[in-house]
C-alpha cells in the first residue's frame, strides 16, 4: 500500500513542474516603443528631428542604431557647456530593464538628413545590442507643429 503510493507521488510530479511559457518570455524581454513622431525643419533642407519613447524589457539593452529608408539618421543628445546649448552626436543609448527613456523637445533627439520627398509616416528601424529590432511609424509634423497626442498602443 505504502509502495503504491510512492510510486503515484513521483509519477505526478513532473506535471508540476510546467515548461517556462516560451513566448510570453521572450515578449517580457523585448523593448516596445511608441510616440514617435518627426518634426520636419522649417529651412528646407535642414534635418529633421525625431522623437519617440522607448521602454526596455525584461533585460538591459542598448538603443544602436537607428534607421529609416532613404534617411540617414543619427541620434544626439543634449548639453550646456559654457551656457550655450550644444548637440552631441550617441553611438548608442541604454535601455535599461523596464525603465521608459526618451527621445523627446530639448533633450536626446533623432536627427534625420536628406528626407527628400515627405512622407505621410516615416518607419524608424530600432536595432538593439541584444540583436532585437522594432520598426515604429513616425507621423510626420510641420515645422513648429507640437508634439502629437500619445498614441493609444505601442509596438512590439
Ligand atoms: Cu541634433
Known amino acids: 500500500m505504502l509502495r503504491a503510493f510512492v510510486a503515484l507521488a513521483l509519477l505526478s510530479a513532473p506535471a508540476l513542474a510546467a515548461p517556462p511559457p516560451v513566448k510570453e518570455a521572450w515578449d517580457r524581454n523585448a ?5 514617435a513622431w518627426v518634426r520636419l525643419n522649417a529651412v528646407p533642407g535642414r534635418p529633421a528631428a525625431g522623437y519617440l519613447t522607448i521602454t526596455g524589457g525584461g533585460q538591459p539593452d542598448r538603443l544602436v542604431a537607428v534607421t529609416a529608408p532613404g534617411v540617414r ?10 551656457g550655450v546649448m550644444s548637440m552631441q552626436k550617441l553611438d548608442g543609448l541604454a535601455v535599461p530593464a523596464g ?11 533623432l536627427m534625420l538628413f536628406g528626407l527628400g520627398q515627405v512622407p505621410a509616416s516615416l518607419p524608424l528601424t530600432l536595432k538593439f545590442a541584444s540583436g532585437k529590432s522594432l520598426v515604429v511609424p513616425a507621423q510626420i509634423r510641420n515645422a513648429g507643429d507640437d508634439a502629437p497626442p500619445p498614441a493609444d498602443h505601442s509596438v512590439h
Not at 31 to 35: D, K, V
Request: proline share 8%; aromatic share 4%; charged share 5%.
Open 31 to 35: 523593448p516596445t516603443a511608441g510616440h
Open 73 to 82: 539618421v543619427e541620434m544626439h543628445t543634449m548639453a550646456m557647456a559654457g
Open 99 to 109: 525603465a521608459t527613456i526618451s527621445f523627446a523637445p530639448g533633450g536626446n533627439h
